[in-house]
Structures are given as C-alpha cells and as structure tokens.
C-alpha cells in the first residue's frame, strides 16, 4: 500500500497508509464523570507555506489540508496508546477517514482519521520535510469576528507570567551576573525572576547532557531503570522512554562567572534539534549542535529556587532564553508579535 498525504485521502470504505507527525495528543474526557471517550492527535504531513502580513498582524497558512483530527476510540485506547508518541513521526497503515463534525473542530480540515483494530502505526526516521508545529495568529480584530462561531475550537494564549512587550521582558529585573549573585544574600529581596545578558562559556558534561523522561507530553519525570523497563513514578507505570536536555552551562558577562541548567524546551530553541535526535549510543562526544552554542551571547531568564536562596550558590535553572536584537531581529518580532493572539492548530 503506498502512502498517501492527508490532503489525498478521502471519506469511505477505503483504507489509507499516510506518513504523519503526532504534533498534538491528548485525551478526550467526558467532565460530567471524568470517563475517557478516546485519545486525540492532531496530524501534520507536509511542509505549512506561511504568508505574514504585518499592518494586519495576521498569519496565515497555504489550504492543503496538511493538518487532520486524528482520533483513537475508546474501544483500542489501551492498544494504541504504547505505540503512539507526541512529536514522533508515523508511517500508519489501515486507517478510515470519516466526515469531520459540523462544529468544534480541532483544524480546519473537514476530515477525520480513525485508528482501526488492524491499523498498524510504524514510528520512523524524524524528518524536516514534516513541521513539528503550524499555528494561525489573529488579531484582536479578527478575534472579534469569531463570536458565536462554534465550527473550529481555538485557544486564546496570554503571557502571564511578565507583563509587557517583548522588550519589557528581555529588561525585566535586568541584573548583572555580580549583581545576581549578590542577591541570593540579600534577605529583604522578595523579587524572584531576572534577566542577565552573558555569555556561554563552555558546557559542563560532568553528568551528560540529557536524562531519560517519560514521553508523556504532559510528563516529563525522569525514568527509573527497572530490569528490562522504564518505570514513571508520577504516571505510577511502564514508561516509553524519551531523551530531553538538561544542560549545564558555564556562563560569565564582564561582571562575574555562574553556573546555569537549560532545560528541554530552553535547550532546543537554542540548538535547533531535539534531543532525541541526536542520541548516539557509540559515540562520546557531545553533539556538534550543543558545541556551537558555546561562545553564543544570550539573554537568560532566571527565577530563583529555594536552592538558591539556602545554598546561596550561583547555580541557576533557566526559565526563559531570548535572543538579543542585533543579532536575531525577525526571531524576536515573529515570536511574540501581539501578546493576545488567537491559535489554531492549522
């Protein structure tokens, strides 16, 4: 069976074979009593062409129908559920499409695939061919429009955690590396999140540059070895395991020298890769993605732990990682263009 894309395939009896990325997965629960009726993705097979305009502050996607409401009944639920990981790509065989809701659909796509009990999901090779994400920005303006609509779900998403524009949180409780440091003794301090522009300096692999989670997407625990298993304490399970970052950087600005971990999200935004991609079991040395960030000057975004404030070391967690403007302009300006924006999994 040869595959086909998710623009080609077509409500009926027919069963089709597509190459896809789980790009979303969730579970579809009844609120009433908390019953799950089935497990949820959402489905992207093919580069998303993006047009932006910025006097309208819209972004909009090419109609190919790149993006589809994958669904896995309740029924084989407990079958699937092992084999299908959030971010990973499939070659899938045997599934049904099916005409997609009149409202409340997930992607502007007028289609539905259906795991069957013979679909066969086959995880592959990731590849840069499939987007790991695609999203539709509005306006405010446009936002309005959509009142009493009830066809496409859609997500508002407001930064809450700092106030302000993009530049206001790269300032934000600005401090020097000297500066910071000072703070962990200051007792009267009540402020918990700064930022410090400074320099990578070199990465410290001591104890690796990533650890084994859960692949959840809502866990992300790190994994206990049990015999011939991974075990998740807090999914309290068997667990398929998933490589993510945690890097310790050496960090200095003019000022002083720290110490600082970046995490998975953090970490891929400054490599470019996942860290799952590229995991060599033969090979010692680190990752020439990871190299070349050393030398690489960034805005860190720190928020103090309890760690901090009792062992009074320079040892921080980043929350957050900008790129200064002279170096990254249409980065910064696309990533937080308006702060209230309208998503759409499409």
Not at 22 to 45: F, K, P
Request: glycine share 2%; charged share 25%.
């Amino acid at each position: 069976m040869v595959s086909k894309t998710l623009s080609e395939i077509r409500p009926g009896k027919d069963l089709w074979k597509i190459k896809a990325r789980a790009t979303r997965l969730w579970d579809a629960i009844l609120l009433g009593n908390g019953e799950q009726l089935s497990l949820d993705m959402i489905l992207i097979d093919l580069i998303a062409f993006f047009l932006f305009s910025v006097y309208k502050l819209l972004m909009m996607m090419n109609n190919q129908g790149t993006m589809m409401h994958g669904v896995i009944n309740k029924a084989y639920i407990e079958k699937f559920k092992p084999l299908v990981e959030e971010g990973s790509v499939y070659i899938t065989a045997n599934v049904r499409v099916t005409p997609a809701a009149q409202k409340y659909r997930q992607v502007e796509n007028d289609k539905v695939l259906n795991f069957l009990p013979i679909t066969t999901p086959k995880k592959v090779k990731d590849t840069e061919d499939i987007p790991k994400y695609s999203f539709k920005f509005f306006s405010t303006y446009m936002l309005s429009k959509r009142v009493d609509m009830d066809m496409y779900l859609s997500e508002i998403h407001i930064e809450k955690h700092l106030k302000g524009t993009l530049e206001d949180q790269m300032q934000y409780n600005r401090r020097t590396l000297e500066q910071l440091n000072l703070i962990l003794f200051d007792t009267s301090n009540q402020d918990k999140i700064f930022t410090v522009q400074s320099t990578i300096d070199a990465i410290n692999t001591r104890f690796g540059w990533y650890y084994i989670s859960c692949n959840r997407g809502d866990c992300n625990k790190q994994l206990e070895k049990k015999f011939d298993h991974y075990y998740c304490s807090k999914c309290d399970k068997r667990a398929e395991p998933k490589a993510r970052y945690k890097i310790k950087l050496e960090i200095s600005d003019p000022t002083a020298a720290a110490t600082c971990v970046l995490f998975d999200q953090e970490a891929q935004m400054v490599t470019n890769e996942s860290a799952d991609s590229m995991i060599d079991h033969d090979s010692k040395e680190l990752p020439k993605p990871i190299q070349k960030i050393c030398g690489q000057s960034l805005i860190f975004q720190f928020r103090l732990t309890e760690y901090n404030l009792t062992s009074f070391r320079p040892d921080y967690t980043v929350s957050r990682v900008f790129f200064p403007k002279e170096k990254s302009n249409s980065r910064i300006d696309m990533e937080n263009i308006i702060k209230v924006t309208l998503l759409d999994y499409n």
